[in-house]
C-alpha cells in the first residue's frame, strides 16, 4: 500500500510549462483514462495463474519482493522527477508490472473462490466509476480533505502495524482502508484537473489514480474473502 507524496504533487502544480505543451482537456483526460487503464490491463494479464506460478516457482521470494520494492520506488522517483512523458511512462511501467505480478500472487495464492474476485472486481469497478464522477462533480468537497486523507492513509498503516501484534482488528482497518481509498480516488481525480494540461502530467496523475484503484481492490478482495468464509 503506497500513495504519491504531498510534495510530488506540490512539485506537479507549481512547475512552469510552455504554452506549447499544454493540450485540450479533451486529450488530457483521454490520455490520462487511457494510462489508467492500460495498467489495470497489465494486471489482469498478469493474474493469469500460468504466469503467477511460473514467478512463484522459478523466484526466490525474498528476491522478488526485493526487485518489487526497488522496480516500484525506483518507478515513482522516475515518474515524478522526470518532465518527459517517455520516461514517466517507463516509471509508470516500473509500477505497473511489480504491482501486476503482486495482486496476481494474491489473487491466486490466496484461494480467492473466483466468485469472490469478480465480486471484488465489480464493486471496485462500480466504485471507482462513481468516486470519478464525485469528484469532477464536487471539486470544492475534495479540495477540503486533502490532509485528512493524508493523516488518515498514515493513521491506517499504523493500525495495520498494530494488527500484526492483534489480529482481531486487521479487518477493521482493512474495510476504513477501503474506504479511505475511495475517496482517494475522488481527491485524485479532482487534483488531477488542477494540473497544468501536458502529456507528463497525465501520466502522473495517471499513476496516482491507478494505485489507489489497486489498493481499494486488494482491500475489497480481503474483505470479501473474509465474509466468504465466514
Not at 198 to 215: F, G, K, R, S, W
Request: hydrophobic share 55%.
Amino acid at each position: 500500500m503506497f500513495n504519491m507524496s504531498k510534495e510530488a504533487r506540490a512539485k506537479r502544480m507549481n512547475v512552469v510549462v510552455n504554452p506549447g505543451q499544454e493540450i485540450s482537456l479533451r486529450a488530457y483526460n483521454l490520455i490520462l483514462t487511457g494510462t489508467v487503464l492500460y495498467g489495470l490491463a497489465i494486471n489482469a494479464l498478469l493474474c493469469r495463474e500460468s504466469i503467477v506460478n511460473y514467478v512463484f516457482n522459478r523466484v526466490n521470494p525474498i528476491v522478488f519482493f526485493i526487485l518489487y520494492f526497488v522496480c516500484a520506488f525506483g518507478g515513482v522517483f522516475l515518474a515524478h522527477r522526470s518532465d518527459r512523458p517517455a520516461i514517466s511512462f517507463l516509471g509508470y511501467n516500473l509500477i505497473v508490472i511489480p504491482m501486476g505480478l503482486t495482486v496476481g500472487m494474491a489473487v491466486v495464492m490466496g484461494g480467492y473462490n473466483p466468485s469472490v474476485v469478480w465480486h471484488a472486481v465489480i464493486t471496485t469497478a462500480g466504485v471507482t466509476v462513481i468516486m470519478v464522477a464525485a469528484g469532477l462533480l464536487f471539486p470544492q468537497f475534495f479540495a477540503k480533505i486533502g490532509s485528512i486523507l493524508f493523516f488518515g492513509l498514515i493513521g491506517v498503516l499504523l493500525g495495520f502495524l498494530v494488527a500484526i501484534f492483534l489480529p482481531g482488528v486487521n479487518m477493521a482497518f482493512t474495510i476504513l482502508s477501503a474506504g479511505l481509498f475511495s475517496l482517494y480516488i475522488g481527491y485524485d481525480v479532482y487534483r488531477s484537473q488542477q494540473f497544468p494540461r501536458t502529456v507528463d502530467n497525465a501520466i502522473d496523475c495517471a499513476i496516482d489514480i491507478y494505485l489507489d484503484i489497486i489498493n481499494l481492490f486488494l482491500d475489497l478482495l480481503r474483505i470479501f474473502g473474509k465474509s466468504n468464509d465466514s
